[in-house]
């Protein structure tokens, strides 16, 4: 089982900054750990559904983000700490949601189903 542990979410005004963090343990069923894992960031508005945000493979090095979050967001990743980020600069009060980060096996996808395990989320409400 892959443990994932999302921190750093909070309340912050429209244009601020925060920085989300995943701390990842475990392994899954097939014995990959962090370093062989694509991770991603989901977000869910309340009374939406959930929406992919960003991802990142563990080779190769492929990133994805949804249109709306470009040249806001950043994900990025530690394998020597275990540790998926995502840097978000000039927030709005669209981008409030709980925040979630997930792993696969699948090199790149923006799909959720896709991805096995998840982390229990952290809040980020941007205020107008």
């Known amino acids: 089982q892959v443990q994932l542990v999302e921190t750093g979410g909070g309340l912050v005004q429209t244009g601020g900054s925060l920085r989300l963090s995943c701390a990842a343990s475990?392994?899954?069923?097939?014995?990959?750990?962090?370093?062989?894992?694509?991770m991603a960031w989901f977000r869910q508005a309340a009374g939406k559904e959930r929406e992919f945000v960003a991802s990142?493979?563990?080779?190769?090095?492929?990133?994805t983000y949804i249109d709306s979050v470009k040249g806001r967001f950043t994900i990025s990743r530690d394998n020597a700490k275990d540790t998926l980020y995502l840097q978000m600069h000039a927030l709005k009060p669209e981008d409030t949601a709980a925040y979630y980060c997930a792993s696969t096996n699948i090199l790149i996808t923006s799909k959720s189903d896709d991805y096995v395990y998840w982390g229990q989320g952290t809040q980020v409400t941007v205020s107008s």
């Open positions: 990142i493979s563990w080779i190769g090095g492929n990133i």
């Open positions: 475990g392994r899954t069923r097939s014995g990959r750990t962090f370093d062989k894992l694509t």
